[in-house]
């Protein structure tokens, strides 16, 4: 039996309607759907509602003290990446997110609403894709389907220095 064809992007900068730019972090074009994944290296305890646009990290300071800071909700950011990746490949591809959180924090408090979106921890990544794509029986997208998209994305992923810093000034400006 012939294996399908598969391949990933990383660092995938896509055009916003403002001018600025979305980077997704991974994306796995496979037979069986799109994935993208937004990746994020925190430790401590994270807090999260899908609802949110806030969530919570929580670090010990010791003495049963703790430092909480808040970050702008995953899903959200991801759900955004997803809606900009839509206006260049259409609507005729299932597209899946994966929230995956480093092995150094514990996923305290997670409320998720949506059935097509996990939020994990990195180590479980391989589990999530085989819950994603396991149920599905046959390819949706042909190999020629994904080797066009992986094209048409690529140059994506080949931005230059100075779209990186800019995409990287936009997200501090939009955070004060």
């Known amino acids: 039996?012939?294996?399908?064809?598969?391949?990933?992007?990383?660092?995938?900068?896509?055009?916003?309607?403002?001018?600025?730019?979305?980077?997704?972090?991974?994306?796995?074009?496979?037979p069986k759907g799109i994935i993208v994944f937004e990746s994020k290296n925190y430790s401590g305890w994270i807090f999260g509602n899908e609802k949110y646009k806030n969530w919570t990290q929580t670090l010990p300071q010791g003495k049963g003290k703790s430092h909480k800071e808040h970050f702008f909700n995953p899903i959200m950011q991801n759900n955004l990446h997803i809606?900009?990746?839509?206006?260049?490949?259409?609507?005729?591809?299932?597209?899946?997110?994966?929230?995956?959180?480093?092995?150094?924090c514990t996923l305290k408090d997670i409320t998720l609403y949506s059935k097509d979106i996990q939020v994990i921890k990195?180590?479980?990544?391989?589990?999530?894709?085989?819950?994603?794509?396991?149920?599905?029986?046959?390819p949706i997208i042909s190999d020629i389907d994904i080797q066009k998209l992986y094209d048409l994305l690529y140059p994506?992923?080949?931005?230059?220095?100075?779209?990186?810093?800019?995409?990287?000034d936009n997200i501090k400006n939009n955070v004060k």
């Not at 896509?14 to 600025?20: V, W, Y």
């Not at 990195?122 to 046959?138: C, L």
């Open 156 to 168: 994506y992923s080949q931005v230059s220095e100075q779209v990186k810093q800019e995409h990287i």
């Open 122 to 138: 990195r180590n479980d990544i391989h589990s999530a894709v085989g819950k994603i794509f396991n149920p599905i029986e046959e």
């Open 1 to 30: 039996m012939k294996r399908k064809a598969a391949g990933f992007l990383f660092n995938v900068y896509l055009p916003k309607d403002n001018g600025e730019t979305t980077e997704i972090d991974v994306m796995l074009l496979a």
């Open 83 to 104: 809606k900009f990746l839509k206006k260049i490949i259409g609507e005729d591809y299932p597209i899946h997110s994966i929230i995956a959180f480093s092995e150094r």
